[in-house]
Structures are given as structure tokens and as C-alpha cells.
């Protein structure tokens, strides 16, 4: 039941981010274009979706891979998997608030957006090489 709870809370925390977004004249006080509270929200739950992410498809590779997890190159596919999924939802997300009353697309929040995957994707990579001590597979194509 653990693995059905993953997926529980990824599709929960991806219609949060929906809602969150749809919220019209949502205005946070903006100091700075590059570093503010806004930028940083969205690097945060960009960076919590990817994990979030990451979390349901191993739950799926666990359920439908009996070698799990013997084969460590599932992490590759992942990592490729939110490295573009990272620039679709980001684009998607500012297209989609371009629709919403007061709101507006910004390429700095795609930026930022894209970042937190991308951090993402480093600490995670960062995680198994120095912290686990496991063998993580090369980013590049075999």
C-alpha cells in the first residue's frame, strides 16, 4: 500500500500547484525580478514536485519490476524524465496563468521553475554518489 500512497500524493500536490496557480490577482511584493519570496515559492514547489515525482515512479518501477532494485538505471530515465518534463510544465504553468484574471506568463517563473526540478535532480544525484555510496548511473546514453 506504501507505493499506492506515492502516487496518492503526487497526483494530490500536482492539482495543489493547479489550484495555486489558478488563483486570480495573486500578488506577492516583489523586491527584486531575479531573487524574491515569488521566485523562491516557485523554485521550492518546483523542486518538491520533481521529488514528489521521482517518489511515484519508482513506485511504479517497484510494482512492475521484479529485480528492483538490483537495476539502479532507473534513475537515469527518471532524471531524463524531469529534466524535460521540467521545461513542459513550466511553460504550461505561466501559459495556463496567462488565462487566469490578473495573472500573467513571466519568464522569470519558468526560470525558477525550471531550476527547482533541475536542483532537484542535483541533490539527488549528489544523495547517491556522496551520501549513499551507491553506483549512480552516467546521465549519458549507453
Not at 495573486?26 to 527584486?32: A, E, I, N
Not at 529534466?83 to 505561466?94: M, P, W, Y
Amino acid at each position: 500500500m506504501k507505493n499506492h500512497w506515492n502516487t496518492i500524493i503526487f497526483i494530490f500536490y500536482s492539482i495543489l500547484v493547479l489550484t495555486v496557480s489558478s488563483i486570480p490577482k495573486l500578488s506577492v511584493p516583489v523586491p527584486s525580478p531575479l531573487i524574491s519570496p515569488d521566485k523562491l515559492a516557485h523554485f521550492g514547489q518546483y523542486f518538491v514536485f520533481a521529488f514528489l515525482y521521482y517518489k511515484f515512479r519508482i513506485s511504479v518501477i517497484k510494482n512492475h519490476n521484479p529485480n528492483y532494485p538490483a537495476n539502479n538505471s532507473y534513475r537515469k530515465d527518471i532524471y531524463l524524465e524531469i529534466f524535460f518534463l521540467s521545461f513542459l510544465i513550466a511553460i504550461f504553468d505561466e501559459l495556463h496563468q496567462r488565462l487566469i484574471p490578473g495573472r500573467e506568463f513571466c519568464w522569470f517563473d519558468v526560470l525558477s521553475d525550471i531550476l527547482g526540478f533541475h536542483f532537484f535532480i542535483f541533490v539527488s544525484i549528489s544523495y547517491f554518489k556522496f551520501i549513499k555510496k551507491s553506483p549512480t548511473p552516467s546521465l549519458q546514453k549507453d
